[in-house]
């Protein structure tokens, strides 16, 4: 489980990052207004930020959760 | 708060003596001047600082505190490379550096946070627009969230569990208020040899992980002035990589400094040898001298057959306003190579001619990340407009003092509630 758990931190943090860079906020498309100068959606950095806090988070689960078999 | 005698190094952890109040109250009396000073600030607006507009009204918009922001992100540098490094490479005679290191990255963090804080007319505008409409694209959004708020977590994170083993030993070892503190930190940790698995692991992937990380970050800061075309001085392609070179200056010579200072202080000769300051001194003998190497290359490239703006930002910077600054950075680096070269080839290393070569690099980043900054604002323009000047206020230079004054009275109290080198295992001769 703790290793599912930190795998899953790590990858799902590198998706969260792809997802807020390339589909939340990356300019697609030719600049016609002011408009794309903003991210797509709103609050895209903050979610790269979240991916970069859980790629890490996943060596705190690693470290701290106790193994199946030792409990 | 009591502490029981301890059969292990304790360094200093819980001996409040009066020399430790005074500096403590030194550091504080700085916060108190900075907070003053910001409160300024924020009542009357930027006004009362030296920043003003770049062309219309001759200024930078960019001084003291964004020189400073630089200079503290490039100080963190050091601090969680030469950890990562240890535990990748194995560098046991550093190892007693390492907790130093880690604290002095997150401490360094947070004064580059509160410097961009200090920077902005409006912060918590700031606050709540960075993240809403910065894109993760753009090399501000890389310094100013990113870099502050990734690498400031990855950083404590990897001092949260690099300390755990320790804070268990301080529980077992301590009551009064401090044990609950040490109980949570270590959060269970058993010292078997599972346990240690674990953490060699942990710290192996989490160094692996930093590195690249901490190089993408000073690259990224370099990028912010490297990628402006229009900004005569600042776009150079070796801005990314002499950014993360002087980090590493900025960042090894504040290593030793404190190193010197925790030897000093705690009278720690033995963990605290000249192995270190030799491994350290070496280190930033290297650094120098690919920093020097990349000063003489900018300056040739822009002197030799520069476009009249370029060179008009690179007179100011030799000959105008800005020489003094230049000449007596590059005096203290030219001086650090010297002192540093000199115990490298005779092999006679001192610890207190390595900390003032810590020193001399220090004084030399400060006024190199000036360089950086502010002549390309004043001189670097395109637009038909002469000459502008900037000259920090008290005010901003009340506020860096109480942002040095923090990050001095944080250190100081991380070293009285947890040891400032790593409580060394039996094998390795624990008292």
Request: net charge positive; proline share 5%; with cysteine.
């Amino acid at each position: 489980m703790r290793r599912v758990l930190t795998l899953g931190l790590v990858v799902g943090g590198f998706v969260v990052q792809a997802v807020s860079y390339l589909l939340l906020a990356a300019p697609l498309g030719i600049p016609t207004s002011e408009a794309f100068s903003n991210p797509r959606v709103p609050f895209a950095a903050a979610f790269f930020v979240l991916g970069v806090v859980m790629v890490f988070t996943a060596a705190l689960v690693y470290e701290l959760l106790p193994d199946e078999r030792s409990r | 708060m009591a502490v029981k005698p301890l059969t292990l190094p304790w360094y200093g952890v819980g001996r409040w003596s009066g020399g430790w109040y005074a500096a403590a109250a030194l550091a504080l009396a700085l916060v108190a001047l900075g907070a003053v000073a910001y409160s300024l600030q924020l009542s009357q607006g930027e006004v009362v600082t030296g920043l003003r507009n770049v062309g219309t009204m001759r200024g930078a918009t960019w001084g003291l505190y964004v020189a400073f922001l630089v200079y503290f992100v490039g100080v963190s540098f050091a601090g969680i490379s030469t950890a990562a490094l240890i535990r990748l490479l194995d560098l046991r005679p550093l190892r007693a550096v390492a907790r130093m290191a880690e604290v002095l990255t997150v401490i360094a963090l947070l004064l580059g946070a509160l410097s961009v804080i200090a920077d902005v007319g409006r912060p918590l505008r700031a606050l709540v627009y960075l993240p809403t409409y910065a894109r993760p694209m753009s090399p501000f959004f890389g310094t100013f969230t990113l870099v502050i708020a990734g690498y400031l977590y990855a950083s404590l994170v990897y001092l949260y569990l690099d300390g755990r083993r320790d804070a268990a030993l301080c529980a077992q070892r301590t009551s009064g208020r401090l044990a609950r503190f040490y109980r949570l930190w270590a959060a269970g940790f058993r010292d078997t040899a599972e346990a240690r698995r674990r953490h060699e692991r942990t710290t192996f992937w989490l160094s692996l992980a930093i590195l690249p990380l901490l190089v993408t970050a000073h690259s990224t800061l370099g990028v912010v002035f490297g990628l402006q075309g229009g900004r005569p001085g600042w776009h150079s392609a070796l801005q990314a990589p002499g950014f993360v070179v002087l980090a590493g200056i900025s960042g090894v010579g504040h290593l030793i400094v404190l190193a010197a200072l925790v030897r000093w202080l705690l009278d720690e000769r033995e963990r605290l040898d000249l192995t270190v300051f030799r491994w350290l001194g070496n280190i930033l003998l290297v650094l120098t001298l690919v920093y020097l190497y990349f000063t003489v290359v900018e300056l040739l490239t822009a002197t030799y057959a520069a476009d009249e703006h370029e060179t008009r930002v690179t007179m100011a910077v030799l000959t105008g306003p800005y020489a003094p600054v230049f000449w007596v950075s590059a005096g203290a680096l030219v001086a650090a190579v010297a002192l540093l070269g000199r115990q490298f080839l005779t092999g006679r290393y001192g610890v207190g001619l390595t900390a003032l070569a810590g020193v001399l690099v220090n004084a030399a980043a400060v006024g190199k990340r000036y360089l950086i900054v502010v002549p390309s604002q004043t001189h670097g323009t395109l637009l038909p407009y002469g000459d502008g000047a900037y000259l920090p206020t008290w005010v901003e230079l009340a506020v860096i003092a109480g942002l040095l004054g923090l990050g001095a009275f944080l250190f100081m109290v991380f070293m009285k509630v947890f040891p400032i080198i790593e409580v060394p295992e039996p094998s390795e001769g624990g008292r």
